[in-house]
Protein backbone atom coordinates (compact mmCIF):
# COMPACT_ATOMS: atom_id res chain seq x y z
CA UNK A 1 0.00 0.00 0.00
CA UNK A 2 2.58 2.36 0.69
CA UNK A 3 4.42 1.82 -2.92
CA UNK A 4 1.31 2.55 -4.56
CA UNK A 5 0.50 5.96 -2.86
CA UNK A 6 4.42 6.74 -3.30
CA UNK A 7 3.49 5.84 -6.80
CA UNK A 8 0.70 7.55 -6.59
CA UNK A 9 2.67 10.43 -5.25
CA UNK A 10 5.15 10.31 -7.71
CA UNK A 11 2.83 10.57 -10.66
CA UNK A 12 1.10 13.93 -9.47
CA UNK A 13 4.38 15.33 -8.60
CA UNK A 14 5.33 14.38 -12.17
CA UNK A 15 1.21 15.59 -13.51
CA UNK A 16 2.22 18.79 -11.26
CA UNK A 17 5.66 19.32 -12.94
CA UNK A 18 4.77 19.04 -16.28
CA UNK A 19 1.23 20.99 -15.48
CA UNK A 20 3.96 23.80 -14.05
CA UNK A 21 6.20 23.59 -17.10
CA UNK A 22 3.77 24.36 -18.97
CA UNK A 23 1.93 26.76 -18.00
CA UNK A 24 5.45 28.65 -17.40
CA UNK A 25 5.73 28.54 -20.91
CA UNK A 26 2.98 30.04 -22.51
CA UNK A 27 3.66 32.48 -20.50
CA UNK A 28 6.76 33.45 -21.41
CA UNK A 29 5.88 32.60 -25.19
CA UNK A 30 2.65 35.41 -24.56
CA UNK A 31 5.99 38.09 -23.00
CA UNK A 32 8.03 37.12 -25.99
CA UNK A 33 5.05 38.00 -28.03
CA UNK A 34 4.20 41.61 -26.15
CA UNK A 35 7.79 42.16 -26.30
CA UNK A 36 7.88 41.78 -30.33
CA UNK A 37 4.60 43.92 -31.10
CA UNK A 38 5.76 46.61 -28.62
CA UNK A 39 9.09 46.69 -30.46
CA UNK A 40 7.80 46.84 -34.03
CA UNK A 41 5.51 49.35 -32.32
CA UNK A 42 8.21 50.97 -31.19
CA UNK A 43 10.05 50.93 -34.56
CA UNK A 44 6.84 52.40 -36.18
CA UNK A 45 7.20 55.59 -33.75
CA UNK A 46 10.93 55.73 -34.33
CA UNK A 47 9.89 56.08 -38.24
CA UNK A 48 6.87 58.18 -37.77
CA UNK A 49 8.69 61.02 -35.37
CA UNK A 50 11.65 61.15 -37.80
CA UNK A 51 9.22 61.89 -41.29
CA UNK A 52 7.67 64.22 -38.69
CA UNK A 53 10.89 65.74 -38.09
CA UNK A 54 12.03 65.86 -41.41
CA UNK A 55 8.86 67.33 -42.57
CA UNK A 56 9.35 69.90 -39.44
CA UNK A 57 12.28 70.55 -41.08
CA UNK A 58 11.29 71.68 -44.32
CA UNK A 59 8.62 73.29 -43.37
CA UNK A 60 10.70 75.56 -41.28
CA UNK A 61 13.49 76.29 -43.91
CA UNK A 62 12.02 79.45 -45.09
CA UNK A 63 11.46 81.11 -41.30
CA UNK A 64 13.41 83.40 -39.90
CA UNK A 65 13.79 81.19 -36.63
CA UNK A 66 15.67 78.61 -38.65
CA UNK A 67 17.38 81.47 -40.18
CA UNK A 68 21.16 81.91 -38.75
CA UNK A 69 22.43 84.25 -41.53
CA UNK A 70 19.11 86.23 -41.12
CA UNK A 71 19.18 86.32 -37.46
CA UNK A 72 23.35 86.98 -37.13
CA UNK A 73 22.50 89.98 -39.83
CA UNK A 74 20.20 91.74 -37.23
CA UNK A 75 22.18 90.65 -34.08
CA UNK A 76 25.41 92.33 -35.78
CA UNK A 77 23.34 95.26 -35.93
CA UNK A 78 22.67 95.20 -32.27
CA UNK A 79 18.63 94.09 -32.08
CA UNK A 80 17.69 91.80 -30.01
CA UNK A 81 15.54 89.42 -32.61
CA UNK A 82 13.68 87.48 -29.76
CA UNK A 83 12.06 91.15 -29.34
CA UNK A 84 12.95 92.30 -33.05
CA UNK A 85 10.41 89.30 -34.79
CA UNK A 86 7.64 90.00 -32.99
CA UNK A 87 7.94 93.76 -33.60
CA UNK A 88 8.02 93.40 -37.04
CA UNK A 89 5.00 91.13 -37.10
CA UNK A 90 3.21 93.22 -35.19
CA UNK A 91 3.73 96.50 -37.57
CA UNK A 92 2.02 94.29 -40.42
CA UNK A 93 -1.05 92.87 -37.84
CA UNK A 94 -1.13 96.63 -36.71
CA UNK A 95 -2.20 97.31 -40.47
CA UNK A 96 -5.25 95.93 -39.96
CA UNK A 97 -6.36 98.70 -37.74
CA UNK A 98 -7.57 101.10 -40.23
CA UNK A 99 -10.20 103.22 -41.38
CA UNK A 100 -12.17 103.50 -44.81
CA UNK A 101 -12.01 100.64 -47.24
CA UNK A 102 -8.50 100.65 -48.42
CA UNK A 103 -5.57 99.02 -46.07
CA UNK A 104 -2.54 100.25 -45.82
CA UNK A 105 -0.56 97.85 -47.72
CA UNK A 106 -3.19 94.98 -49.24
CA UNK A 107 -3.69 96.43 -52.61
CA UNK A 108 -7.08 94.98 -53.08
CA UNK A 109 -10.83 96.50 -51.57
CA UNK A 110 -13.14 94.05 -49.46
CA UNK A 111 -15.81 92.73 -51.86
CA UNK A 112 -17.80 91.99 -49.11
CA UNK A 113 -19.16 94.08 -45.69
CA UNK A 114 -16.14 93.15 -43.80
CA UNK A 115 -12.51 94.63 -43.85
CA UNK A 116 -9.34 93.04 -45.53
CA UNK A 117 -7.39 91.21 -42.77
CA UNK A 118 -3.95 89.80 -42.49
CA UNK A 119 -4.44 86.63 -40.97
CA UNK A 120 -1.22 84.43 -40.82
CA UNK A 121 2.63 86.20 -41.44
CA UNK A 122 5.85 84.58 -42.15
CA UNK A 123 8.67 85.86 -41.77
CA UNK A 124 11.28 84.59 -44.12
CA UNK A 125 14.70 86.33 -43.73
CA UNK A 126 15.79 89.52 -42.80
CA UNK A 127 14.19 91.19 -45.67
CA UNK A 128 10.92 89.25 -46.78
CA UNK A 129 8.04 88.51 -45.36
CA UNK A 130 4.72 86.64 -46.51
CA UNK A 131 1.64 87.32 -45.70
CA UNK A 132 -1.86 86.02 -46.51
CA UNK A 133 -5.24 88.52 -45.97
CA UNK A 134 -8.66 87.53 -46.76
CA UNK A 135 -12.20 89.27 -46.19
CA UNK A 136 -13.58 86.41 -45.01
CA UNK A 137 -14.76 85.06 -48.36
CA UNK A 138 -12.31 85.97 -50.60
CA UNK A 139 -8.39 85.32 -49.64
CA UNK A 140 -4.98 86.30 -50.96
CA UNK A 141 -1.21 86.97 -50.24
CA UNK A 142 0.94 89.56 -50.15
CA UNK A 143 5.09 89.45 -50.56
CA UNK A 144 6.54 92.40 -48.97
CA UNK A 145 10.37 93.28 -48.50
CA UNK A 146 11.28 95.38 -45.02
CA UNK A 147 13.69 97.20 -43.51
CA UNK A 148 14.75 99.04 -40.26
CA UNK A 149 15.80 103.04 -41.21
CA UNK A 150 18.46 104.78 -39.29
CA UNK A 151 15.86 106.06 -36.72
CA UNK A 152 14.98 102.67 -35.58
CA UNK A 153 11.78 102.60 -37.73
CA UNK A 154 10.16 99.73 -39.49
CA UNK A 155 9.44 100.51 -43.07
CA UNK A 156 7.50 97.47 -45.36
CA UNK A 157 6.97 97.67 -48.78
CA UNK A 158 5.15 96.13 -51.15
CA UNK A 159 6.60 93.97 -53.80
CA UNK A 160 3.93 91.07 -55.39
CA UNK A 161 0.35 90.37 -54.58
CA UNK A 162 -2.06 87.83 -55.68
CA UNK A 163 -6.07 87.04 -55.29
CA UNK A 164 -7.45 83.61 -55.36
CA UNK A 165 -9.82 83.01 -58.25
CA UNK A 166 -13.22 82.22 -56.93
CA UNK A 167 -14.51 79.15 -58.45
CA UNK A 168 -18.14 79.58 -59.20
CA UNK A 169 -20.14 76.43 -58.37
Known amino acids: MKNKILMYLFIFTVLLLIFQYVNSKNILDKYEEDIVKVKSKLAKSEETVKALENENFELSYFNIEGNEDALTYFEAQGYNTEKLIPTIIDGLYNMNNYEGDDHPIVPYVSMTDSKLLINKIRVLNHKWIIANFTDG ?33
Open 137 to 169: EFWGEIFVSYEIDENNNLKYKLVEYLMYPTINE
